[in-house]
T-cell receptor
Framework: GESVGLHLPTLSVQEGDNSIINCAYS??????FIWYKQESGKGPQFIID?????DKRQGQRVTVLLNKTVKHLSLQIAATQPGDSAVYFC??????????FGPGTRLSVLP | EAQVTQNPRYLITVTGKKLTVTCSQN?????MSWYRQDPGLGLRQIYY???????DKGDVPEGYKVSRKEKRNFPLILESPSPNQTSLYFC?????????????FGQGTRLTVV
């Protein structure tokens, strides 16, 4: 069935460095992808999304890259800050519905 | 403020005692869903609803029921809870098929079944 996975379950970075969180997806029909951030005790919060007709999208300090050839998604966070410490999930969907989530990557920002 | 509201936030119950977790959204969204979150397994979909009176099973529906009598509400029902249903539960809503936009999540309900 559909599945979404992450290469690295935990990631530690120095404050100020760039972070890269990776995700592999298995359903080649998926056409919409989202990165969510989940802080302790809270529900997932939207960070950035990308449609399958794009390969890159930028937000404020965040960039999502989509490689449909190898079914790979990544989230880049520039100048990582302590407030970026959280668990990050990628999610895939078809036609904008029924999101399938990966297990998550915990990002720890070191002072 | 656009939001998804779940209640209760925390619940401890005993095996076999029926319980309901409520979910309400104020965004007039058509699509609502329930997820459970367990360590190392991410978010797994329990049930979803594409509109009023339209519900369908997700990946892990066993032991759960839902109803969608009104657009804004999507309660999750555990008729006979068991300890393996101890988990963190999230309700989410989004607009409708073909509209590519985020799903909004509630704050979560931490359920413990003893």
């Amino acid at each position: 069935g559909e599945s979404v996975g992450l290469h690295l379950p935990t990631l530690s970075v120095q404050e100020g460095d760039n972070s890269i969180i990776n995700c592999a997806y298995s359903n080649s029909a998926s056409d919409y992808f989202i990165w969510y951030k989940q802080e302790s005790g809270k529900g997932p919060q939207f960070i950035i999304d990308i449609r399958s007709n794009m390969d890159k999208r930028q937000g404020q300090r965040v960039t999502v890259l989509l490689n449909k050839t190898v079914k790979h998604l990544s989230l880049q966070i520039a100048a990582t800050q302590p407030g970026d410490s959280a668990v990050y999930f990628c999610a895939e969907s078809f036609y904008g519905q029924n999101f399938v989530f990966g297990p998550g990557t915990r990002l720890s920002v070191l002072p | 403020e656009a939001q998804v509201t779940q209640n209760p936030r925390y619940l401890i119950t005993v095996t076999g005692k029926k319980l309901t977790v409520t979910c309400s959204q104020n965004m007039n969204h058509e699509y609502m869903s329930w997820y459970r979150q367990d360590p190392g397994l991410g978010l797994r979909q329990i049930y979803y609803s594409m509109n009023v009176e339209v519900t369908d099973k997700g990946d892990v529906p066993e032991g759960y029921k839902v109803s969608r009598k009104e657009k804004r509400n999507f309660p999750l029902i555990l008729e006979s809870p068991s300890p393996n249903q101890t988990s963190l539960y999230f309700c989410a809503s989004s607009t409708r098929q073909g509209i590519y936009t985020e799903a909004f999540f509630g704050q979560g309900t931490r359920l413990t079944v003893v």
